[in-house]
C-alpha cells in the first residue's frame, strides 16, 4: 500500500471471487466507510476529497487545509499552522491550502480493524440483500445445485456462485438419497430473510415442482398452448394433472405424455418413479370425477353437489384400481375434482362371482395363495367348498377360514 493511494485492487479481486457485487458499488461502499472513519478521526469530511479509481480498484484520499498564523490556529482540522506548512514546501504562504495525502496507518491499528470489519459488514449485507432479491424475483422456478452437505432434517446445496440453499427432509421425496457432490434439481419454495441472511428453502415435493418439469419437458405448456389447471400428488407414489388446451388441435394428454411416454418419461424418473396420471380437465363433474379415477373404468356416478360427495359404482375387477396402492389414486381423485368420492362394487355384476384378488384389501396375499393353491380363484369357489373341506385342504387356522367365509359372504349379501 503507497504512502498517498489506498490500494484495494487485491482484496476486491478476493471479494469479486466470492461476493455477488458489481465494482461501482464495491468501490461506493469502499467511499462511504472511509468517510466515515474520516468523520470519526477528524470531525469533519468537508475539506476531504475522495478519489475513486473503479479500473484499478483503489482510492485516493486527500485533505485539505487553509494556512494560518501560528498564533491564528483555531480549527485545527480545517487550518494548518504556518510553520508545519513550510516544512511540506518551503514557498507556502498564508492564506493558501495545503493539500495532504491520507494514510491509512495514520489512523491506527484499532481504526484500521474496526475500518476493515466495518467494510466487510457492509458488503455482506449488501450480498445478502443482491442475493435475496435474485432469489426473490424467482422464487416457484427449478433451480439446480450441488450438493455441500447431509444432514439428518435438511440438505445444503449450493448454486454454481457458491449461494447457500436449504432442502428440508420434509421436502424430499421419501427414495431421495443425497451425498455431497451429487446434483439436485428443486423448486425455489419460499425465500426470506432470517438474521438479515436469505433464507433460499427448496422443495422436490411441491406441485409446483411437477408444473415446472412439465414446463420444461412439453414446449406446448411452456408456451401457454396446453394449461397446467391443477396437480396433487402423494410425492414418490402418484399424481394427477389436469391439463386443458384451448386449440382444439392439439391433444393435451398426448402432448404432455409424448410418443410412447417420451416426455413424460424424464418427469416420471426425476420424481423416483411416481407414477403421473394426465388427465384431461373438464366443467363437466361427472366426468370429471371418472377422468380423476383414471385407469379404473366406472359404472355409473351419483353425486351430491350440497355435500361435495360422489358414490361411485364400478365392477368388481375395477375397485382395486380406482383405490390405487395405499389408497392414493382414490385419495388424489378427490383431492384434484374437490369431491369426497366412496367407491361401491356394482351389484349388478357382484352376483355372478367375484376374482379374490379384489379382496387384496381385505385378505392378506398369502391366504389368497394359499385357497389358490387348492383351485379356489373366485369369492364363489371358496364358499362352495365349506368350511370344514377348506380346513382339511389347507394349513389355515380355523379362526382365519371363518374369516375369510365371512368377509366372502358379504360381497354377495
Known amino acids: 500500500m503507497s504512502s498517498n493511494k489506498i490500494n484495494l485492487s487485491e482484496q476486491f479481486a478476493e471479494f469479486k471471487e466470492s461476493k455477488n457485487i458489481d465494482r461501482t458499488n464495491m468501490m461506493r461502499i469502499m467511499e462511504e466507510v472511509f468517510r466515515a472513519a474520516i468523520i470519526k478521526k477528524y470531525y469533519t469530511d468537508e475539506n476531504i476529497d475522495i478519489t475513486v479509481n473503479v479500473d484499478k480498484g483503489d482510492l485516493e484520499i486527500w485533505r485539505n487545509r487553509k494556512i494560518v498564523a501560528d498564533d491564528d490556529l483555531d480549527l485545527e482540522n480545517l487550518e494548518i499552522p504556518y510553520s508545519e506548512a513550510i516544512k511540506i514546501d518551503a514557498d507556502f504562504q498564508i492564506g493558501e491550502d495545503v493539500t495532504e495525502p491520507v494514510i491509512l496507518a495514520d489512523f491506527g491499528r484499532r481504526a484500521v480493524l474496526a ?13 445478502n440483500e443482491g442475493i ?7 422464487e416457484s422456478e427449478i433451480v439446480t445445485g450441488e450438493v455441500y452437505q447431509v444432514w439428518k432434517k435438511e440438505t445444503l446445496v449450493l448454486d454454481d456462485e457458491g449461494n447457500e440453499m436449504i432442502l ?26 432470517r438474521n438479515n441472511k436469505p433464507a433460499i428453502v427448496l422443495s422436490r415435493t411441491s406441485p409446483k415442482f411437477l408444473e415446472r418439469l412439465f414446463e420444461q419437458e412439453v414446449p406446448e405448456v411452456f408456451d401457454g398452448l396446453i394449461t397446467i389447471k391443477k396437480i396433487d400428488r402423494v410425492p414418490g407414489e402418484r399424481a394427477k394433472v389436469a391439463v386443458e388446451s384451448y386449440d382444439d388441435r392439439i391433444d393435451p394428454v398426448g402432448a404432455c405424455v409424448g410418443m410412447k411416454g417420451s416426455r413424460i418419461h424424464g418427469i416420471v424418473r426425476e420424481l423416483k418413479n411416481e407414477n403421473i396420471d394426465v388427465i384431461n380437465y373438464t366443467t363437466n363433474t361427472q366426468l370429471f370425477i371418472q377422468r380423476a379415477l383414471s385407469p379404473a373404468k366406472i359404472t355409473s356416478i351419483s353425486i351430491d353437489e350440497e355435500k361435495k360427495r360422489a358414490d361411485v359404482f364400478l365392477k368388481p375387477d375395477q375397485v382395486s384400481l380406482a383405490i390405487g396402492k395405499g389408497g392414493h389414486n382414490i385419495k388424489l381423485a378427490g383431492k384434484i375434482t374437490g369431491y369426497e368420492i366412496d367407491v361401491y362394487r356394482d351389484t349388478d355384476v357382484d352376483v355372478e362371482d367375484v376374482d379374490l384378488d379384489e379382496f387384496s384389501d381385505e385378505i392378506e396375499g398369502w391366504i389368497i395363495d394359499e385357497l389358490k393353491a387348492i383351485g379356489c380363484d373366485t369369492a364363489k369357489s371358496v364358499i362352495d367348498i365349506g368350511f370344514e373341506d377348506l380346513v382339511k385342504r389347507t394349513d389355515l387356522e380355523e379362526e382365519t377360514v371363518k374369516d375369510v367365509i365371512n368377509i366372502l359372504k358379504s360381497e354377495f349379501e
Do not use: H
Not at 176 to 191: L, M, N, Q
Open 132 to 138: 435475496f432479491k435474485k432469489y426473490k424475483d424467482r
Open 168 to 193: 428440508p427432509k420434509t421436502e424430499q421425496i421419501p427414495s431421495d438419497f443425497f451425498k455431497k457432490g451429487d446434483s439436485v434439481r428443486a423448486v425455489i419454495e419460499t425465500v426470506e430473510m
Open 115 to 127: 475500518l476493515r470489519q466495518n467494510l466487510k459488514g457492509r458488503i455482506d449485507d449488501l450480498e
